[in-house]
């Protein structure tokens, strides 16, 4: 007599097409991967870091190589705001296949970025937009990277054009692209795009960006109302302030 248990496991079998011990081994594997990831995500919720850490270690010592896990994991470490834990895991899945969620991608770079890791953030940024070439804010996050420190500027107009044509009504995206042509020396270019950008989101940055057009423009008072635009917003903001400092007539 075949037992209810075994009469299950058989279903199971049949139902994903297992055959032979290798896929079946498998398949027990995962069982065990998603069993030990469910009892971490419990002891996330409880606050139980340390249980939560040796069930992940279970679950991805069960499925070494599977992409998947390990990018499920960071996330789970994410929710609970867990950084430190979860981008060596988000990490590991995008080391496993690049053809990674744009989330993963985002809390990489979010994390190199707060960092000030350049070499990480452009590597993340360049598999994000060779595995998602059509989401705009990969897009935007590599070329604004490139544009704010004045390299591959060509590259980098190309990248927010692109950006700025899937997303015509984001801000952040069309102040990057106009900060690309600043840095290009185009201000005619420049100033429009910025305008825009602080009428659809205006921003402390944006405002510096705009200020700073007006100020190589010669416009020395329209750079004033702008640099001080941003510190209305962001009072702590360093680089209008310093710009504020060298106009005539500003203490």
Known sequence: MIKRSQLLILAVMA???LSGCGQWGEFKSTIKAERHFEQGVGYLDKGRLDLADEEFQAAVEARPQAADLPGRIGIAYLQVNRWLSAVPHLQKAVDLNPEQPM???????????????????????????????????????????????????????ELLQKAVKLAPDKGYIIDSLGWAYYRKGQLDQALPLLQRAVELQPDAVMYYHLGMVYRDLGNHQEAIEQFHQALSINPAHRESREELRKLPGQP
């Open 15 to 17: 139902m994903v097409g």
């Open 103 to 157: 989330v993963i991608y985002h809390a990489l770079f979010a994390y190199y970025d707060r960092e000030g890791d350049f070499p990480r953030c452009e590597k993340v940024l360049k598999q994000a937009v060779e595995h998602h070439p059509d989401d705009p804010d990969a897009l935007n996050n590599l070329g604004y990277i490139y544009a704010d420190r004045g390299i591959h500027l060509d590259l980098a107009l």
